[in-house]
């Protein structure tokens, strides 16, 4: 059994005043999270703030980024040790507002999750197809490139820790989801390939959908067999969404 996992992308939004009011509504009902994992992602420049006013709750706070870099001449970047002395564990890498707006490709996403893995923290490594890909029926072709090369530079012992967020470019912000069947269907390819190094790996490790969910959407995405929750974006900024798309992750655990 897996425990599923919800992360809230905030991307860049917020403030110091939107958060803290953010936070205290999710760590209100935080009693319903209960067997699931949620995190939430705030600009790296609020790392600081969210980590104290999470800490001692059920909920963690994860990165958005982070440098492949250990430290140095590195202007802008900031590092996995600096994240890791707030209390970040998860870092979200290879988003594709990331490779499409900031030219990161596969391999640096792939160093940085090396890096990530090396230094004991887990990366949530996001793959997916542009619309355009999908209607050449390239969407598995293109998702097991994107993962391979992340496959191939982390260390085996470490792949069960991986996390890995399936996040269809075209539903990302666009209010269009994957239904539950398309979204299985590259969910359990992506698990087969992850099968293809380390069968048990690929047993244990959580793939998150992402892409326009929503509360009313949630329940269905996760109730199938290889999707362990969710990554969030613009549903995460309003905590009554967010709040019951973790209801949704919880709910599925009890009844999947
Ligand atoms: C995301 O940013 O990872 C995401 C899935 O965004 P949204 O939920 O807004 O589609």
Request: hydrophobic share 45%; net charge negative.
């Amino acid at each position: 059994m897996r425990t599923s996992i919800v992360a809230g992308n905030w991307k860049m939004n917020g403030n110091l005043k939107a958060n803290a009011e953010l936070i205290a509504k999710i760590l209100k009902e935080a009693s319903r999270y209960d067997g699931i994992e949620v995190l939430v992602c705030p600009p790296a420049v609020y790392t600081a703030q969210v980590s104290d006013l999470l800490e001692g709750s059920v909920v963690a706070v994860g990165a958005q980024n982070a440098s492949a870099f250990g430290k140095g001449a590195y202007t802008g970047e900031v590092s996995l040790s600096m994240l890791a002395e707030f209390g970040v564990r998860h870092v979200i890498l290879g988003h594709s507002e990331r490779r499409a707006l900031f030219a990161e490709s596969d391999e640096q996403v792939a160093q940085k999750s090396q890096a990530v893995c090396d230094a004991g923290m887990v990366p949530i490594v996001c793959v997916g197809e542009t619309l355009e890909e999908r209607e050449a029926g390239k969407t598995l072709e293109v998702v097991s490139r994107q993962l391979k090369t992340v496959l191939e530079s982390i260390p085996v012992e470490a792949l069960a820790e991986v996390v890995v967020a399936y996040e269809p470019v075209w539903a990302i912000g666009t209010g269009k989801t994957a239904t539950p069947e398309q979204a299985q269907e590259v969910h359990a390819a992506l698990r087969a390939l992850v099968a293809e190094v380390d069968a048990d790996a690929a047993s244990r490790m959580r793939i998150l959908y992402g892409g326009s969910v929503n509360a009313e959407n949630a329940s269905q995405l996760f109730a199938k067999p290889d999707i362990d929750g969710g990554l969030v974006g613009g549903a995460s900024l309003k905590a009554n969404e967010f709040i019951a798309i973790c209801g949704a992750a919880a709910g599925a655990k009890v009844t999947g």
